[in-house]
């Protein structure tokens, strides 16, 4: 296999100095294995086989794997309503309530609203897992049930979270108790790094079986290898179990259930846990090389080459990027680590680079340069929210006393919690989201009653928060009574897939 090794190093150079972990599989078996850079810059230690990264969202192959377990044995199927499972489930909306299963929570099919705003700065996941089942019962569904993808961690909370049999990998931070653990990055605009708190889902919150995994790429290697090995028997024989294997159902795990891009000429669908592609086609689909590189299309991976089957999945969380590609036709696999939240996806750029090596492609993606073009997009996110902003700012309106605004904010369910105060040092209005020190944020006032709580992105960097959100996310209303012209409520349209924004109540001044 041909490795273009100045490419590699060139592509290395735009990652900058933080750390990766790499290994490729061929026929199962590892065919090459790499480190990059350090699990800690401060003190310059390297990575190693067994340095443990945040996983994010490669967690999610893992949960629909053990649930296929619950399956087998014939605790329920895969059709099976989650009412009939989870008494306590009682979404609002009565299609989700009578009809969801877990294949459409594993899947990303059932239409649920995909909201993040319960991810909060240096990783604090804002929602407790007490209060999971009320925060998932007050979902919408957005978009038609079972008749659209829409990526969702959510749907995820409902399934079995179980890791078991790995030495080196756990679903708490710090769960190993040892000092070979990657440090998390973020990136900053001159694209150095800045140490931020490491992924924290997990620890008793939300989000922690669609995110929470942590492994090394020691135990990683022999899990694709189980995943492959899994599959390559049970598609052969049509079994459902493979002697000595904890991998059950692959069938299932694998099939296509909900079409990514109904536009592609070839397929592009996402199944239990993974993504699919048919090669040529676009990937990196999970991951945010796509927004970056929008209204441009993804590079098609594997041009004038015979076609392949790719199942795929990346991971994404402040402080780390990974990626896992599967090609079960010649049980390969190329498997990325890193632990820096990057201008870009830069996991996935290294996924699709070493997979057209592995697949012995000649047209190569010119990766550096999608590299810098997609870093390029990141650095104007926020200059393009504040052109968005002043656009549909309304001139010289005047705000009210800070301290009329000022309260104790609830959503419906109860879940979410604003305090705005006004900071008795710099008399400036603040809100803090759940209440919570590390999570204020100075308020703008913007126009009437609205302001904003945008910041520089380097400040959201250093928070360790995602630098991706729409103008409205940062814009909050407050509305006054009718009669009094008190403010009573606020208003927050923290996802684009909502219909308007939700309301919070004020419970006290």
Known sequence: ????????????????????????????????????????????????????????????????????????????????????????????DATLHQHMTPVDCLSHRAGMQSSLYWLGSDNNVLISNQNSMNFINDLQRVVPFRNGYL???????????????????????????????????????DASNVAITPMLSGDNTVGGPGSAMRSCIKDLIKLYASFLAAGKHQLATGETKTPGSPIQQVASLWSSKISMDPISFHETTYALGWARVQTPGPMGAIGLNPDL????????????????????????????????????ATGGAI??????????????????????????????????????????????????????LKAGQIRDTQARKASENAGILVNEARTMMIKVFVDDQDSILKLSFQGMDNEIFPLTHYHHDTFTWLVTRNKFARRGRFTNDNAEYFKVNFLPDPK??????????????????????????
């Open 484 to 509: 009094s012209n008190k403010i009573e409520h606020l208003t927050w349209w923290h996802n684009k897939w909502l219909p308007k924004a939700e309301m919070f109540s004020k419970e006290s001044t």
């Open 151 to 189: 990526y969702n961690n959510l749907g995820y909370e409902l399934a079995v979270h179980v890791l078991t049999k790995m030495t080196r990998t756990g679903t708490r931070a710090y769960f190993d108790g040892g000092d070979n653990v990657a440090k998390t990055y973020g990136t900053l605009d």
């Open 1 to 92: 296999m041909d490795y273009p090794i100045l490419l590699i190093e060139r592509l290395k150079s735009i990652y900058e100095d933080a750390g990766a972990a790499i290994a490729i599989l061929h026929h199962g078996r590892l065919l090459h294995f790499e480190n990059i850079g350090f699990r800690d810059l401060k003190s310059g230690l390297p990575v190693n086989d067994e340095t443990i990264f945040p996983c994010a969202s490669l967690t999610k192959a893992v949960v629909p794997a053990v649930v296929a377990s619950y399956v087998e044995e014939g605790s329920f199927t895969w059709d099976t309503p989650v009412k009939d499972i989870l008494q306590n489930f009682h979404t609002r």
């Open 335 to 388: 498997i990325v680590l890193t632990n820096s939240l990057a201008l870009n996806d830069a996991a996935d750029w290294l996924g699709q680079l070493y997979s057209e090596a592995y697949l012995g492609v000649r047209k190569r993606h010119d990766y550096v340069a999608l590299a810098k073009e997609t870093v390029q997009s990141a650095l104007e996110w926020h200059p393009r929210l504040i052109d968005e």
């Open 293 to 328: 590189l929008s209204p441009k299309p993804a590079p098609y991976v594997a041009r004038e080459q015979p076609s392949h089957l790719v199942i795929y999945h990346q991971g994404s969380m402040p402080g780390n990027l990974a990626a896992v590609n599967l090609l079960p």
